[in-house]
């Protein structure tokens, strides 16, 4: 089993930054991909970035050049910088983690993101 972590979720003002953090804990020989996703109310859940154990990354178009997503893997934790944040992107963010992209076997437990206009 593994367990994820998310932290760094928070209120911010349009335009602000916030840094997402997802740590992994458990059986993590069997996690390879590591995502996030977030999930509006009232909305379906959708990818917002991912990375692969050799460093592929794929972006949601709605926050390609204003996300990063990064890992340490020496630290067992995946991060998602949000710059230029807007109020659409408020939703729960949840971390994903399995042994291959899109091929997700946990999920985090989810942490709140507010963007105030």
């Known amino acids: 089993q593994v367990q994820l972590v998310e932290s760094g979720g928070g209120l911010v003002q349009t335009g602000g930054s916030l840094r997402l953090s997802c740590t992994a804990s458990?059986?993590?020989?069997?996690?390879?991909?590591r995502g996030w996703y977030r999930q509006a109310p009232g909305k379906q859940r959708e990818l917002v970035a991912a990375?692969?154990?050799?460093?592929?990354?794929n972006y949601a178009d709605s926050v390609k050049g204003r996300s990063t997503i990064s890992r340490d893997n020496a630290k067992k934790t995946v991060y998602l910088q949000m710059d230029s944040l807007k109020p659409e992107d408020t939703a729960t963010y949840y971390c994903?983690?399995?042994?291959?992209?899109?091929?997700?076997?946990?999920w985090g437990q989810g942490t709140q993101v507010t963007v105030s206009s």
């Open positions: 994903a983690a399995g042994p291959g992209l899109y091929r997700w076997a946990y």
């Open positions: 458990g059986s993590i020989f069997s996690v390879n991909a």
């Open positions: 990375i692969s154990s050799s460093g592929v990354v």
